[in-house]
């Protein structure tokens, strides 16, 4: 089984132009809200191209946005070079072991199912206790998890996005493969770019592993966080099970 980083690399060019046509920034909104509350610096984990860092730091919010994709974060460097941004600092960094001093911010957030790129036991728990370390008394946990992930059927060579990235052609043919017993879903991605006549391919896979609301709560409470809030959509409503996200708020201990 695929690393949950593996891939990353590869989807850096797509990302933004996939998420455009599926999330956009349905979620930005209440992220920029709940990091105006932190009181202090704020860290992202997963910041990647900056979809979520951008508009927090253009806010006024204190961020250091993490990732361990290099060319994720060379395109949200070439976004910081083409704006005022000041209150934004990327990291490339490994999300198991953060590279910060102990208590060193007021809020860390997990947006867009981060979490889910962390395909065994071992690695949440990795990630959780190195949130804990990095994460002030008090000071608040978001994660934002994507429910249906487990729930996609099965299926092979699917078109799922068509479209234009500049001046070229795009299209996104997809596969997904589910291990219910190891609850990992692995999307095969991939983009046919067509442009001036020649066309090429660009193949990876993407894994996620998701766990169930008790059982994240469970998990952050053993590594010293107390639950405040489980809501179900980005206004804030609460969860039930048939939300369509699951974002846990919770307190360092």
């Not at 806010?59 to 949200?76: E, I, T």
């Not at 487990?150 to 234009?164: F, L, S």
């Not at 592993?209 to 010293?224: F, H, I």
Request: a positive charge; charged letters at 30%.
């Amino acid at each position: 089984m695929s690393e949950g980083w593996h891939g990353w690399d590869a989807y850096a060019p797509f990302y933004d132009w996939e998420n455009a046509r599926t999330l956009a920034s349905r979620d930005v909104g209440f992220w920029r809200r709940l990091a105006l509350t932190a009181g202090g610096r704020v860290l992202e984990l997963g910041c990647g191209t900056g979809r979520i860092s951008m508009p927090l730091a253009r806010a006024g919010v204190d961020l250091v946005g993490v990732d361990r994709s290099a060319p994720m974060l060379a395109r949200l460097a070439r976004q910081l070079a083409r704006s005022r941004v000041r209150r934004l600092r990327a990291v490339r960094a490994d999300i198991r072991a953060l590279p910060f001093e102990a208590r060193s911010f007021r809020m860390v957030v997990a947006p867009y199912g981060i979490l889910q790129s962390l395909v065994t036991p071992r690695d949440l728990s990795a990630t959780l206790s190195s949130v804990a370390r990095v994460l002030s008394a008090g000071g608040t946990f978001g994660i934002d998890l994507v429910p249906d992930v487990p729930r996609w059927r099965e299926y092979t060579n699917r078109v799922q996005h068509r479209g234009t990235l500049g001046s070229a052609r795009i299209t996104l043919i997809e596969s997904v493969r589910q291990d219910r017993v190891k609850r990992v879903t692995t999307f095969e991605q991939r983009y046919v770019v067509r442009k001036d006549g020649r066309t090429d391919e660009h193949r990876f896979d993407l894994t996620f592993r998701t766990l169930s609301v008790p059982d994240m709560r469970k998990r952050l409470a053993r590594a010293g966080f107390a639950v405040d809030a489980v809501l179900g959509d980005y206004r804030g409503r609460p969860w039930d099970d048939g939300a369509d996200v699951w974002i846990l708020l919770a307190k360092k201990v």
